[in-house]
């Protein structure tokens, strides 16, 4: 049973990842949520040019004097004119995009496998920047595969090229499993794609054995292939198909039931012996768009919702009344007057709050009453950029410690200032922190085991990709490869222990079972004294080397995402973030579309950090005028 609910959870969670990200935002104002011509940058609104003074990244830390405090960047809540995602116009016509996607066709299913492979190839970006498209598809020549000029040119073949050079150069089935995987040579391209897949889903041998028992020996050469036997296998698993039909099914019957199977997941009743094709399409559309929008629909209404071209407004209506109990009548509001209701009385449109490069200002909370606080400020273009904090000069991509006051507000500015080609431009970057009113707890880091010293060093097979050792206090090299023991747990157990896996901590965060924050905010560079540590159990941890400086660093740091070891590092953790991001998914599937009360209990109070900020700056105001 385990294995079965495994194999669900893999197929669902592709289907669901493809409708939580796809598409991104399109409208003209707004940004993606994943800039895959700029990684790593997030905007509030669209650009044809990133401004090259812009940040790339902003951390800051209040303590980094213990492992939570490293751990724990500060939440940044953009203040800005219009601190919203969306506008009405843009809403409408994001809607009018899902109801598209989500119509069943006879693609459905290849799209959203398309669609992961696509987000694994932005791994490619951290293994080598500024290598194209024909590079990689040379560099996998180089290693075997057969690629031939025609698939350079079809547009799902060239998703395939970047995403198999992305599972390839960043060695991912090392990276899952300790073992390095070796494609045999003049392996055809998509064939590549598919034995690599499998290798990950760990499903190969039970995946084989079910092909081999029913359909004799047939090696699996598509993607299309791979999705008819794993989309089998999953209903055969979990009983919507029978060991009689399992030879005789129709692909187009298969992916039929794989609808019946989501629209149940979703919680709305369908008879799979009697439904018909377009109570299927009809009840899949009101299952995906209410994954998609956190709300509970109904597939009559939204069918006469559909008859009178008011879908948007219909689920404008869910999102009042779920989160704040108000009844929008369409009698009585325009489809302008309901959005602007949701927006402003429900958090459903409000800007994350995290970075944002073309957003300058941000208010900071800081939990306890601080001498000093650390910022780490990245830039998009480290070349030719100079980045000030209140003035002082710094070298940027590393902390810097500023010193605050005990006042309760107090403005730190951060100047970026890029000269490139002889055309300069500048951003100025405002960080009003609030200093908590308790006094910090003890902080000092204790107990903390020696520091393994960490080495890179060339795999035994003559492959260039690192393999990572440890070396432990007594000298002892020790060797880990099963770098994600989280990882083997999520495979290895069934859907109700996932919960014991992710859960959220008293700060909202996502962490594992461990209490390890799931963010790529652990493996940022560390400030002075410090050192990441993988021990045997897997657990890259913290330590204390040597007490840390409280002055900031002068000497050039150099760009984070130029540091070869930082690349090794990111690539580890996006890829961990991969695969915990499909079962979070999951989770959230499970859980249905109610908030939970923690997550009630968050939007509560950054409302009310928010509205206290606000005060402030009133209160400062008349001070002023007065």
Same mark, same amino acid.
């Given at each position: 049973?385990?294995?079965?609910?495994?194999?669900? /959870?893999?197929?669902?969670?592709?289907?669901?990842?493809? !409708?939580?990200?796809?598409?991104?935002?399109?409208?003209?104002?707004?940004?993606?949520?994943?800039?895959?011509?700029?990684?790593?940058?997030?905007?509030?609104?669209?650009?044809? @040019?990133?401004?090259?003074?812009?940040?790339? %990244?902003?951390?800051?830390?209040? =303590?980094?004097?213990?492992?939570?405090?490293?751990?724990?960047?500060?939440?940044?809540?953009?203040?800005? /004119?219009?601190?919203?995602?969306?506008?009405?116009?843009?809403? %409408?016509?994001?809607?009018?995009?899902?109801?598209?996607?989500?119509?069943?066709?006879? =693609?459905?299913?290849? +799209?959203?496998?398309?669609?992961?492979?696509? &987000?694994?190839?932005?791994?490619?970006?951290?293994?080598?920047?500024?290598?194209?498209?024909?590079?990689?598809? &040379?560099?996998?020549?180089?290693?075997?595969?057969?690629?031939?000029?025609?698939? #350079?040119?079809?547009?799902?073949?060239?998703?395939?090229?970047?995403?198999?050079?992305?599972?390839?150069?960043? $060695?991912?089935?090392?990276?899952?499993?300790?073992?390095?995987? &070796?494609?045999?040579?003049?392996?055809?391209?998509? #064939?590549?794609?598919?034995?690599?897949?499998?290798?990950?889903?760990?499903?190969?041998?039970?995946?084989?054995?079910?092909?081999?028992?029913?359909?004799?020996?047939?090696?699996?050469?598509?993607?299309? $292939?791979?999705?008819?036997?794993?989309?089998?296998?999953?209903?055969?698993?979990?009983?919507?198909?029978?060991?009689?039909?399992?030879?005789?099914?129709?692909?187009?019957?298969?992916?039929?039931?794989? +609808?019946?199977? +989501?629209?149940?997941?979703?919680?709305?009743?369908?008879?799979? #012996?009697?439904?018909?094709?377009?109570?299927?399409?009809?009840?899949?559309?009101?299952?995906?768009?209410?994954? &998609?929008?956190?709300?509970?629909?109904?597939?009559?209404?939204?069918?006469?919702?559909?008859?009178?071209?008011?879908?948007?407004?219909?689920?404008?209506?869910?999102?009042?009344?779920?989160?704040?109990?108000?009844?929008?009548?369409?009698?009585?509001?325009?489809?302008?007057?309901?959005?602007?209701?949701?927006? %402003?009385?429900?958090?459903?449109?409000?800007?994350?709050?995290?970075?944002?490069? =073309?957003?300058?200002?941000?208010?900071?909370?800081?939990?306890?009453?601080?001498?000093?606080?650390?910022?780490?400020?990245?830039?998009?273009?480290?070349?030719?950029?100079?980045?000030?904090?209140?003035?002082? %000069?710094?070298?940027?991509?590393?902390?810097?410690?500023?010193?605050?006051?005990?006042?309760?507000?107090?403005?730190?500015?951060?100047?970026?200032?890029?000269?490139?080609?002889?055309?300069?431009?500048?951003?100025?970057?405002?960080?009003?922190?609030?200093?908590?009113?308790?006094?910090?707890?003890?902080?000092?880091?204790?107990?903390?085991?020696?520091?393994?010293?960490?080495?890179?060093?060339?795999?035994?097979?003559?492959?260039?990709?690192?393999?990572?050792?440890?070396?432990?206090?007594?000298?002892?090299?020790? @060797? *880990?490869?099963?770098?994600?023991?989280?990882?083997?747990?999520?495979?290895?157990?069934?859907?109700?222990?996932?919960?014991?896996?992710?859960?959220?901590?008293?700060?909202?965060?996502?962490?594992? @079972?461990?209490?390890?924050?799931?963010? #790529?905010?652990?493996?940022?560079?560390?400030?002075? *004294?410090?050192?990441?540590?993988?021990?045997?159990?897997?657990?890259?941890?913290?330590?204390?080397?040597?007490?840390?400086?409280?002055?900031?660093?002068?000497?050039?740091?150099? *760009?984070?995402?130029?540091?070869?070891?930082?690349?090794?590092?990111?690539?580890?953790? /996006?890829?961990?973030?991969?695969?915990?991001?499909?079962?979070?998914?999951?989770?959230?599937?499970?859980?249905?579309?109610?908030?939970?009360? !923690?997550?009630?209990?968050?939007?509560?109070?950054?409302?009310?950090?928010?509205?206290?900020?606000?005060?402030?700056?009133?209160?400062?105001?008349?001070?002023?005028?007065?």
């Amino acid at each position: 049973m385990a294995k079965s609910l495994r194999i669900a /959870s893999l197929l669902i969670a592709v289907i669901v990842c493809f !409708t939580v990200f796809s598409p991104a935002v399109s409208a003209a104002t707004f940004a993606p949520a994943i800039d895959a011509t700029n990684i790593g940058v997030q905007t509030q609104y669209k650009y044809d @040019q990133n401004d090259l003074s812009w940040l790339r %990244k902003l951390d800051v830390k209040e =303590d980094m004097l213990s492992v939570e405090g490293l751990t724990s960047p500060e939440v940044l809540i953009p203040v800005c /004119s219009y601190p919203y995602n969306m506008d009405a116009p843009n809403f %409408k016509n994001q809607v009018a995009e899902y109801v598209e996607l989500y119509t069943i066709t006879e =693609d459905t299913q290849r +799209a959203a496998y398309l669609y992961l492979l696509e &987000q694994i190839g932005v791994l490619s970006f951290f293994a080598d920047p500024d290598s194209t498209e024909e590079d990689k598809a &040379q560099w996998l020549r180089d290693n075997g595969i057969i690629v031939t000029p025609e698939d #350079e040119k079809d547009p799902e073949k060239r998703i395939m090229i970047i995403s198999l050079y992305a599972m390839m150069k960043n $060695d991912l089935y090392y990276v899952y499993k300790g073992q390095h995987m &070796q494609i045999p040579h003049g392996t055809p391209l998509e #064939e590549a794609v598919v034995m690599y897949l499998i290798a990950l889903s760990g499903e190969e041998s039970n995946l084989r054995s079910f092909i081999e028992k029913y359909f004799g020996n047939k090696d699996i050469l598509t993607l299309n $292939d791979y999705i008819y036997y794993t989309s089998l296998i999953t209903l055969y698993t979990t009983g919507y198909v029978s060991p009689a039909e399992v030879v005789t099914i129709s692909p187009k019957e298969v992916y039929r039931r794989v +609808a019946i199977m +989501a629209i149940r997941n979703y919680g709305i009743a369908i008879d799979a #012996e009697t439904a018909t094709t377009e109570e299927i399409r009809q009840k899949y559309l009101t299952a995906m768009l209410g994954t &998609q929008y956190r709300v509970t629909l109904d597939p009559s209404a939204l069918k006469k919702a559909s008859t009178d071209n008011i879908i948007p407004f219909y689920i404008l209506q869910r999102m009042a009344y779920e989160d704040a109990k108000i009844t929008i009548s369409q009698t009585r509001y325009t489809y302008e007057q309901s959005f602007d209701i949701v927006r %402003k009385r429900t958090n459903r449109f409000d800007l994350k709050h995290e970075f944002y490069s =073309d957003i300058t200002e941000y208010n900071i909370y800081l939990d306890y009453l601080r001498p000093n606080i650390s910022i780490n400020p990245t830039p998009i273009e480290p070349d030719g950029t100079t980045i000030f904090i209140n003035d002082n %000069k710094v070298p940027g991509s590393s902390y810097e410690v500023i010193p605050l006051t005990t006042d309760e507000k107090q403005t730190i500015y951060i100047s970026c200032e890029n000269n490139t080609n002889g055309a300069f431009s500048g951003t100025v970057y405002k960080l009003n922190i609030y200093q908590g009113k308790d006094t910090a707890p003890d902080s000092d880091i204790t107990n903390i085991v020696p520091t393994a010293n960490i080495s890179f060093s060339d795999s035994s097979n003559g492959s260039t990709l690192p393999t990572m050792f440890i070396t432990n206090a007594d000298g002892i090299i020790i @060797q *880990g490869p099963d770098m994600l023991p989280v990882i083997n747990d999520i495979n290895n157990s069934a859907n109700p222990l996932i919960k014991e896996i992710l859960s959220l901590n008293d700060k909202g965060q996502l962490v594992d @079972q461990y209490g390890n924050v799931v963010n #790529e905010a652990i493996y940022e560079p560390l400030p002075d *004294g410090y050192e990441y540590v993988l021990g045997e159990d897997g657990i890259i941890s913290v330590v204390l080397t040597k007490k840390p400086t409280t002055e900031p660093t002068t000497e050039d740091g150099g *760009g984070f995402f130029t540091n070869p070891e930082n690349r090794k590092i990111i690539i580890i953790v /996006s890829a961990v973030v991969i695969l915990l991001l499909i079962v979070a998914i999951i989770i959230v599937l499970k859980k249905g579309n109610k908030k939970t009360e !923690t997550e009630k209990m968050i939007a509560r109070r950054d409302k009310e950090k928010a509205k206290r900020a606000k005060k402030a700056e009133r209160e400062n105001k008349k001070k002023k005028n007065y």
